[in-house]
């Protein structure tokens, strides 16, 4: 496994990115999956992520110092408009596996979240223009850390780990959308929330 915790294009010490995320405030059930990983995951060389700081990267904006906070609520506001049209969902987290720089749960399906990522892209092109949306549309993987590797070492005494637990998965309602301001100086991704964009369509039947 290798560190998680680089310098990432444009990250520094102190700097704050606009994004959307999905969050999971209340969702008992994935709370309950993470408890029962976690027991488990209390290892050196990995950074567990909080409850409540667990999340599903969306679609970033861009730095707070590149955009000002009146083009960010232009962004949002447009985001809703194109939110109107996207339906709550349910999804399928796990069960977790190993990746390179940490422990991920899975969602499914990923069609509605790409459907719903497809929509904050097009607000943000819709404001600030097709080329400066960042992270590339294609090569999305829709999931959720458990954890991040703090060190660089082998992977197989947490495969080993990993294939002794149970596999188990939980199930979460979006409804909506979190615009955030995103720090992650203290091996922590954490947020204060900036706007709430609901999913006001209808279910299809």
Do not use: K
């Amino acid at each position: 496994m290798r560190v998680h915790w680089w310098w990432r294009p444009g990250w520094r010490p102190g700097r704050r990115l606009y994004t959307w995320h999905l969050t999971f405030d209340g969702e008992s059930d994935l709370h309950r999956l993470t408890r029962l990983y976690q027991a488990r995951l209390q290892v050196p060389g990995f950074d567990l992520v909080p409850p409540a700081w667990l999340h599903l990267t969306m679609q970033g904006i861009g730095f707070t110092d590149e955009v000002s906070e009146q083009e960010v609520r232009r962004v949002a506001r447009t985001a809703a408009e194109r939110c109107e049209r996207v339906a709550p969902f349910a999804l399928t987290l796990g069960p977790a596996y190993v990746e390179a720089e940490g422990i991920l749960l899975p969602v499914s399906p990923a069609q509605p979240v790409r459907r719903l990522r497809a929509a904050l892209r097009e607000a943000v092109a819709r404001v600030r223009g097709a080329d400066r949306v960042p992270d590339p549309a294609d090569g999305f993987l829709p999931h959720v850390s458990l954890g991040y590797s703090n060190a660089d070492g082998p992977a197989a005494p947490m495969v080993e780990l990993m294939a002794s637990i149970e596999p188990q998965v939980a199930t979460v309602a979006v409804h909506a959308a979190q615009l955030i301001v995103l720090e992650r100086d203290t091996h922590l991704y954490h947020w204060r929330t900036f706007a709430t964009t609901p999913l006001l369509g209808t279910p299809s039947v």
